[in-house]
Antibody, heavy 113, light 107 residues
Framework: EVQLMQSGGGLVQPGGSLRLSCAAS????????MHWVRQAPGKGLVWVSL????????IYADSVKGRFTLSRDNAKNMLYLQMDNLRVDDTAVYYC??????WGQGTLVTVSP | DIQMTQSPSSLSASLGAGVTITCRAS??????VNWYQQKPGKPPKLLVY???TLESGVPSRFRGSGSGTDFTLTISSLQPEDSATYYC?????????FGQGTALEIK
């Protein structure tokens, strides 16, 4: 069974940093392209970032480019989203996803003074 | 970037009725469209992929269609558990784009 188990998140002040983690199991992680998608409270789904299977290629939404860094450790089946210089409008539930059918449970990031 | 324009933003329909949700892409994307159902506090659930292929385990009252730029999700014989928000998503480019969502209320 494919599982994506997220951790990290919480409350942080504007300008602060957080790292989200996503532990993968039930599939060959090293061959999978992975995404992060976020959802602000009461709002729709917004794609954030993508990393290819070997970690050499990353793509970011303009809204997070230069502030967020996506990485992976294929030996540990782990995906990481480092979020720096956080802003109030980064407040959202963040989901890791392998493809349309495999999603993490979501983790809430709250950026507030 | 590919934009996905979804309508309506909300709708209300009676138990047993049918509804249609539409999505228009800003450029042709072949059949690279997924449809999701999301309930509060849960991640999205894939209903339809490649525009018209029903995901395993999804009831047959859900049907997707379309290609190019225009896509639809049709739900027939509405059930109480269909109350949710529905999203389209383009998978033509590596960077996904979602529609704005359609909140469906079952009367």
């Amino acid at each position: 069974e494919v599982q994506l188990m997220q951790s990290g998140g919480g409350l942080v002040q504007p300008g602060g940093s957080l790292r989200l983690s996503c532990a993968a199991s039930g599939f060959t992680f090293s061959t999978a392209w992975m995404h992060w998608v976020r959802q602000a409270p009461g709002k729709g789904l917004v794609w954030v970032s993508l990393i290819n299977n070997d970690g050499r290629t990353t793509i970011y939404a303009d809204s997070v480019k230069g502030r967020f860094t996506l990485s992976r450790d294929n030996a540990k089946n782990m995906l990481y989203l480092q979020m720096d210089n956080l802003r109030v409008d980064d407040t959202a539930v963040y989901y890791c996803a392998r493809d349309g059918r495999s999603w993490g449970q979501g983790t809430l990031v709250t950026v507030s003074p | 970037d590919i934009q996905m324009t979804q309508s309506p933003s909300s709708l209300s329909a009676s138990l047993g009725a049918g509804v249609t949700i539409t999505c228009r892409a800003s450029q042709t994307i072949s059949s690279y469209v997924n449809w999701y159902q999301q309930k509060p506090g849960k991640p999205p659930k894939l209903l339809v992929y490649s525009a018209s292929t029903l995901e395993s385990g999804v009831p047959s009252r859900f049907r997707g269609s379309g290609s190019g730029t225009d896509f639809t999700l049709t739900i027939s014989s509405l059930q109480p558990e269909d109350s949710a928000t529905y999203y389209c998503q383009q998978a033509h480019s590596d960077s996904w784009t979602f529609g704005q969502g359609t909140a469906l209320e079952i009367k």
